[in-house]
């Protein structure tokens, strides 16, 4: 069976900290794993996409990171900013195709 | 960057009513958009995927007769919510895929439904 799994659920951070999210996943087979930014009340935006032969991308502060042998990922975000406060949700399409598995997603809260 | 439009943003009606919401793509042409729901605190669900001049396909437990979808062009899908019940209150979001380039669900930035 497909599935995303992300952790931990929510997490609160001071602004200025750096956080780290995980994301592990079982879909098959595999070609990209994406990250998406999603605000309250608002649709899903696009902050990496990583493919098979990728190990780490950097979108500006934020930094992801794929094992495709241990099918984890996570996303690294530094110096964090109250604008940060989002959920941040774990992406897999299954293969080149349009269905997309995701993740429950991992709600950040930034506090001053 | 690709952008999908949604509209309303936010709508409230009556229950028994019906409401629709438009999903457009608004600078890339669109073979296949997809329809969610998402409620509060959990992620988006599928509902259906959307083929522009053919019939919607519909996840398992989603009514067709209830949430009807209209793709009749290469920019635009409807999806209407008929005879809406409260429990059809939730935040409705559209994707887009461009039909050549990058190949990426571009995500409209959602529908506020509440059904009173």
């Not at chain 1, 032969?53 to 990171?65: F, L, P, Q």
């Not at chain 2, 019939?55 to 009514?63: F, P």
């Not at chain 2, 635009?76 to 990426?104: K, M, N, Q």
């Amino acid at each position: 069976k497909n599935q995303v799994e992300q952790s931990p659920q929510s997490l609160i951070i001071l602004e200025g900290k750096n956080c780290t999210l995980q994301c592990n996943y079982t879909v098959s087979p595999f070609s990209n794993l994406r990250w998406y930014k999603q605000d309250t009340g608002r649709g899903p935006v696009s902050l990496t996409i990583m493919t098979f032969s990728e190990n780490t991308k950097s979108n500006g502060r934020y930094t992801a990171t794929l094992d495709a042998d241990t099918k984890q990922s996570s996303l690294h975000i530094t110096a964090s900013q109250l604008s940060d406060s989002a959920s941040y949700i774990c992406v897999v399409p299954q293969g080149a195709g349009n269905m997309l598995t995701f993740g429950g997603g991992t709600r950040l809260m930034v506090k001053p | 960057g690709a952008v999908v439009s949604q509209h309303p943003s936010r709508v409230i009606c009556k229950s028994g009513t019906s409401v629709k919401i438009e999903c457009r793509s608004l600078d890339f042409q669109a073979t296949t958009m997809f329809w969610y729901r998402q409620f509060p605190k959990q992620s988006l669900m599928l509902m259906a995927t959307s083929n522009e001049g053919s019939k919607a396909t519909y996840e398992q437990g989603v009514e067709k007769d209830k949430f009807l979808i209209n793709h009749a062009s290469l920019t635009l899908s409807t999806l209407t919510v008929t005879s809406a019940h409260p429990e059809d209150s939730s935040f409705y979001i559209c994707s887009a895929c461009r039909d050549s380039g990058p190949y990426e669900q571009y995500f409209g930035p959602g529908t506020r439904l509440t059904v009173t």
